[in-house]
T-cell receptor, first 118, second 114 residues
Framework: GAVVSQHPSRVICKSGTSVKIECRSL??????MFWYRQFPKQSLMLMAT?????????EQGVEKDKFLINHASLTLSTLTVTSAHPEDSSFYIC??????????????FGPGTRLLVL | GDSVTQMEGPVTLSEEAFLTINCTYT??????LFWYVQYPGEGLQLLLK?????DKGSNKGFEATYRKETTSFHLEKGSVQVSDSAVYFC?????????????FGKGTKLSVKP
């Protein structure tokens, strides 16, 4: 099946710094990419939806200036956590969606990035 | 709003045991229902899905039936294997039959012992 990669898999940073996470679709072009956040023993929560070449759509309660999303190409989306704080520590997961036809779309998930802010 | 509730884990079973992971949902519309599996170190993979009431999704020996009357989509497998050890997520989407705008349960970790 289609493969989605994330880089880095783990990152530790100091409070106040910015961290960029990349999400790549390796063997297909993704019309839409999603970014999720998962706290320990919690559900995956959708943060934002991004379409190539347009601004991301953020879910209610997600600060767009805090979590910058850039979907510059059909194979790459980046999430930048700006001025990270310890409460931003979490597991961030991306997914990429391709259109297989008019009525069927399939979403593929990356392995996730563990962020720890000290 | 829409939500998904699934049984908390971890669930530990012996090989060849019967598996049930309960999942119930709350939705205002007519959602599609999904089970995803996440093996260690890998991304979530779609395991099976059902798009309307009474549909049964099945894959790799796993089954789940869309029960509108009980708003449930319980995952079952008759005989688990060690290789089934993973985290299982129940999810819903009210975006037609696609997997857009998914709402996930918290996940249930399954460990199968030889």
């Amino acid at each position: 099946g289609a493969v989605v990669s994330q880089h880095p898999s783990r990152v530790i940073c100091k409070s106040g710094t910015s961290v960029k996470i990349e999400c790549r679709s390796l063997d297909f072009q993704a019309t839409t990419m999603f970014w999720y956040r998962q706290f320990p023993k919690q559900s995956l929560m959708l943060m934002a939806t991004s379409n190539e070449g347009s601004k991301a759509t953020y879910e209610q309660g997600v600060e767009k200036d805090k979590f910058l999303i850039n979907h510059a190409s059909l194979t790459l989306s980046t999430l930048t956590v700006t001025s990270a704080h310890p409460e931003d520590s979490s597991f961030y997961i991306c997914s990429a969606r391709i259109s297989l036809g008019q009525t069927k779309e399939t979403q593929y998930f990356g392995p996730g990035t563990r962020l720890l802010v000290l | 709003g829409d939500s998904v509730t699934q049984m908390e884990g971890p669930v530990t079973l012996s090989e060849e045991a019967f598996l049930t992971i309960n999942c119930t949902y709350t939705a205002t519309g007519y959602p599609s229902l999904f089970w995803y599996v996440q093996y260690p170190g890998e991304g979530l993979q779609l395991l099976l899905k059902a798009t309307k009431a009474d549909d049964k999704g099945s894959n790799k020996g796993f089954e789940a039936t869309y029960r509108k009357e009980t708003t449930s989509f319980h995952l079952e497998k008759g005989s688990v294997q060690v290789s089934d050890s993973a985290v299982y997520f129940c999810a819903l989407s009210d975006y037609g039959g696609s997997q857009g705008n998914l709402i996930f349960g918290k996940g249930t970790k399954l460990s199968v012992k030889p």
